[in-house]
């Protein structure tokens, strides 16, 4: 089981946690894969149906991983409600930080149509030392030489 959505709440009758992830997830299939690559930082599902992702900096259009119309506007509620937001026509923008840090945000008509903009930023597993930030020129080798 994937741990990017797992969502604990109480049960009403045992007072035990239970998983939600298995009413979740459901919603979110056509681009559940992408959630399990390490190399993906952002997913972004545009209005037009459309899905692309950035892996390593660089942004490209996924061909599979669409929504069939009006799937990823329920799933997004669905997960709203989950974490105890709200979205509707009234309250169209929903930002919420899951578990392992991750960030959904979503925009919902009448705000953007005819489907739901959805973006997860996601947190990377890489740790980048010192050296590597030279090396891509994050930092600079002077910044680099006095932080050590």
Same mark, same amino acid.
């Given at each position: 089981?994937?741990?990017?959505?797992?969502?604990?709440?109480?049960?009403?009758?045992?007072?035990?946690?239970?998983?939600?992830?298995?009413?979740?997830?459901? $919603?979110?299939?056509?681009?559940?894969?992408? $959630? %399990?690559?390490?190399?993906?930082?952002? @997913?972004?599902?545009?209005?037009?149906?459309?899905?692309?992702?950035? +892996?390593?900096?660089?942004?490209? +259009?996924?061909?599979?991983? &669409?929504?069939?119309?009006?799937?990823? !506007?329920?799933?997004?509620? #669905? @997960?709203?409600?989950? $974490?105890?937001?709200?979205?509707?026509? &009234? !309250?169209?923008?929903?930002?919420?930080?899951?578990?392992?840090? &991750?960030?959904?945000?979503?925009? @919902?008509?009448?705000?953007?149509?005819?489907?739901?903009?959805?973006? #997860?930023?996601? $947190?990377?597993?890489?740790?980048?030392?010192?050296?590597?930030?030279?090396?891509?020129?994050?930092?600079?080798? %002077? #910044?680099? #030489?006095?932080?050590?």
């Amino acid at each position: 089981m994937n741990n990017w959505l797992r969502v604990s709440t109480r049960g009403e009758s045992d007072g035990e946690e239970h998983e939600s992830f298995e009413l979740i997830i459901p $919603f979110l299939r056509p681009i559940e894969p992408l $959630f %399990g690559d390490d190399d993906i930082s952002k @997913i972004m599902c545009n209005p037009d149906s459309s899905c692309w992702i950035e +892996r390593e900096g660089m942004v490209s +259009r996924r061909q599979d991983g &669409s929504f069939a119309p009006g799937e990823l !506007h329920a799933g997004l509620e #669905v @997960i709203a409600n989950r $974490f105890g937001k709200q979205l509707d026509a &009234s !309250h169209p923008i929903l930002n919420i930080r899951l578990p392992d840090g &991750s960030r959904p945000s979503a925009i @919902i008509p009448p705000l953007v149509g005819p489907e739901p903009l959805m973006n #997860v930023c996601k $947190f990377g597993k890489r740790q980048f030392s010192l050296d590597d930030l030279v090396l891509c020129e994050v930092l600079f080798n %002077g #910044v680099h #030489v006095r932080t050590k």
